[in-house]
């Protein structure tokens, strides 16, 4: 899983079947000190919970799917969780 | 599976119901030359801590398999604490 930030979300009336009612939203990938690297991506919300602006985390490939309410769909990134706080160093 | 060093955790109290019970370790992954191999977050079922060098399992029907799931999107999981790297016969880490 990656971290990455939600920077907006993607309206899509016309999807392929097993998708509807799931939102996509447009994500930037993060380094683990939360700046951005890499190329933005459409990753479902298999979280229903997440907004732009807030920082998540994000598994990619097969694993996305099985996320979602209907696991056999086409969905390559899927948002898995909302971060309240990442802590780097120190004791866990 | 990758070797990595665990350098954080993340918080989180909304996510999917399989991460309910689990710990999430923020891992650095390690290149034997010592480059940087980029990060990722790992579901960890063997206690590891922040500075433990750790094997990485990224694949996720083992790691379905590894915490008894039959579905469920987890991909990564931390499922060993390295003791000591050896290359060529040189000790190049130790947990």
């Not at chain 1, 309206?11 to 996509?24: C, M, T």
């Not at chain 1, 994500?27 to 479902?44: F, H, I, N, Y």
């Not at chain 1, 919970?49 to 996320?67: H, I, K, N």
């Not at chain 2, 990224?58 to 060993?80: C, N, P």
């Amino acid at each position: 899983m990656q971290l990455g930030r939600v920077l907006g979300r993607v309206v899509a009336s016309e999807k392929s079947p097993g998708l509807e009612g799931i939102r996509f939203l447009i994500v930037q990938p993060l380094d683990k000190s939360e700046k951005p690297k890499g190329e933005t991506l459409v990753a479902a919300d298999a979280v229903f919970m997440a907004g732009p602006g807030e920082l998540v985390y994000f598994v990619a490939s097969r694993e996305a799917a099985e996320a979602l309410p209907e696991p056999f769909v086409p969905v390559d990134h899927a948002i898995v969780g909302i971060v309240d706080q990442v802590h780097l160093g120190g004791s866990a | 599976m990758k070797v990595a060093t665990v350098v954080g955790t993340v918080v989180s109290t909304i996510n999917i119901p399989v991460l309910d019970k689990h710990r999430l370790l923020v891992c650095d992954l390690d290149n034997l030359d010592g480059s940087p191999g980029g990060y990722t977050i790992a579901v960890d079922v063997v206690d590891a801590g922040i500075g433990d060098t750790v094997l990485i399992l990224d694949e996720g029907s083992s790691a379905r398999q590894i915490l008894g799931l039959s579905a469920g999107a987890i991909r990564a999981v931390v499922v060993g604490i390295v003791d000591e790297l050896v290359v060529d016969d040189e000790v190049i880490a130790v947990g």
